[in-house]
Nanobody
Framework: QVQLVESGGGLVQPGGSLRLSCAAS???????MGWYRQAPESQRELVAA???????YYADSVKGRFTISRDNAKSTVYLQMNSLKPEDTAVYYC?????????WGQGTQVTVSS
């Protein structure tokens, strides 16, 4: 069972930056890793993902502002968020997936407000 622990959330002003980290309890080498977010009264949505080959995917709403990266040696995935907007406010969740196996972190709150 893989355990995921997110960190790095917080309160930031519009235009600011944050870097989220997701530390896994085991190897993520073969896993697809993703960051999702869920705003109040909204469905959880995929923000960014990286495959085991290093391929990446971004939602249109964050393209050019967010960057996902992975360090397999540290079993950690990062989400660099720049030019943050109030609409980026949400709880951000880390996800790992391989075949039918899927795991979620507990989430970290990101609030963008002046």
């Amino acid at each position: 069972q893989v355990q995921l622990v997110e960190s790095g959330g917080g309160l930031v002003q519009p235009g600011g930056s944050l870097r989220l980290s997701c530390a896994a309890s085991g190897s993520i080498f073969s896993f697809a890793m993703g960051w999702y977010r869920q705003a109040p009264e909204s469905q959880r949505e995929l923000v960014a993902a990286t495959g085991s080959s290093g391929s990446t995917y971004y939602a249109d709403s964050v393209k050019g502002r967010f960057t996902i990266s992975r360090d397999n040696a540290k079993s950690t995935v990062y989400l660099q968020m720049n030019s943050l907007k109030p609409e980026d406010t949400a709880v951000y969740y880390c996800n790992s997936r391989i075949g039918p196996q899927e795991h979620w972190g507990q989430g970290t709150q990101v609030t963008v407000s002046s």
